[in-house]
Structure formats: structure tokens, C-alpha cells
């Protein structure tokens, strides 16, 4: 399969979006006392994030940042959903991995304390990266984005070929 890096946004929204159907679907699993339906679909969550993370890292590495587009207003709330999301996915890595050992560790306890912060901290970070993305390339296109015949998403001109194996 053959992506270009200026495919990897749409890439990254869907898998952040799928994140959060997976964490809102484990948590209410968890609530049915479904343990293990809830630990397997929590792990799906957590492998997700991780391809998301190695995308978001390769995009960036080849194109650098973007700058938002859309007027100074807009501006103001776009840069309060980027830093709170920016500030939280840094802690997400790190609350879920903690979360996950626990769970794995059958420290129910600690679990449960720790997880009523990285579920809605990982959800906000999901859904916040899905609001970036629209926000960015569908509401308020660089300049130099134009629309992909017999596509929705939007990329550069010139495509940067990736393989992916």
C-alpha cells in the first residue's frame, strides 16, 4: 500500500477518532462488568494511539508544523483546543501505560483510581485531535492545499511518496 504524507492527516484523525469509539466502547463495557471485552478493546485503544503516535511523528518530520488559516477569532479558540490538547497528549503515553500495567496487574484499586483520569484525558486528546484536523485542512485549508479530485481531504500539490509495508 502506497500513502503520501499528505495523506497521513486524514490517517491520523481516523485513527484518533477510532481511539475514541474504542475507549468510549471499553468504558462502557467496564460499566456492563464485561472484564475482559474491556481489557481487550482498551489494549485495541492503546495500539491505535501507538500507530497514531508513529504517523503524527513521520508527518511532521517531513512537512514540519502547519499553521492555522482562518480568522484571528477563530484563531483564539483553535489555539485554546491545540495547547490543552498538546499539554494533555503529553501526559496520555504515560497515564495509559500506568493504567494498563495496573489493570494487567490485577491492582483493581489503583486501576480504577488512576483510570477515572487517563479515560477522560485520552478521550479529550482523541476527540480534540479530530476538531484539530477539520479545523486545519477541511474549514480552514493552507493556501497551497487544494482539494484531491474524487476526494474529501485536502493535500499539498506536490505528494511526497511513502511505502508502507
Not at 467496564?30 to 478493546?41: D, M, P
Not at 508513529?54 to 482562518?70: D, I, K, N, P
Amino acid at each position: 500500500m502506497s500513502l503520501t504524507v499528505e495523506q497521513l492527516p486524514a490517517v491520523n484523525a481516523t485513527l484518533n477518532a477510532l481511539a475514541a469509539v474504542l475507549l468510549a466502547i471499553g468504558w462502557t463495557l467496564i460499566k456492563a462488568r464485561r472484564e475482559q471485552a474491556h481489557k481487550w478493546t482498551m489494549l485495541t485503544a492503546f495500539c491505535v494511539s501507538c500507530v497514531f503516535l508513529a504517523c503524527y511523528l513521520v508527518y511532521h518530520y517531513h512537512v514540519g508544523s502547519v499553521r492555522f488559516q482562518g480568522p484571528s477569532v477563530v484563531r483564539a479558540l483553535y489555539l485554546a483546543i491545540l495547547i490543552t490538547h498538546v499539554v494533555l497528549a503529553a501526559t496520555v503515553p504515560f497515564l495509559a501505560g500506568v493504567t494498563i500495567y495496573l489493570g494487567l496487574a490485577d491492582r483493581r484499586a489503583k486501576h480504577r483510581r488512576v483510570a477515572r483520569w487517563t479515560f477522560p484525558i485520552w478521550l479529550y486528546v482523541s476527540v480534540t485531535g479530530v476538531i484539530i484536523y477539520v479545523m486545519l485542512y477541511h474549514l480552514y485549508p493552507h493556501p497551497a492545499q487544494k482539494p484531491i479530485i474524487g476526494h474529501s481531504q485536502w493535500a499539498p500539490a506536490v505528494a511526497t511518496e511513502l511505502t508502507v509495508h
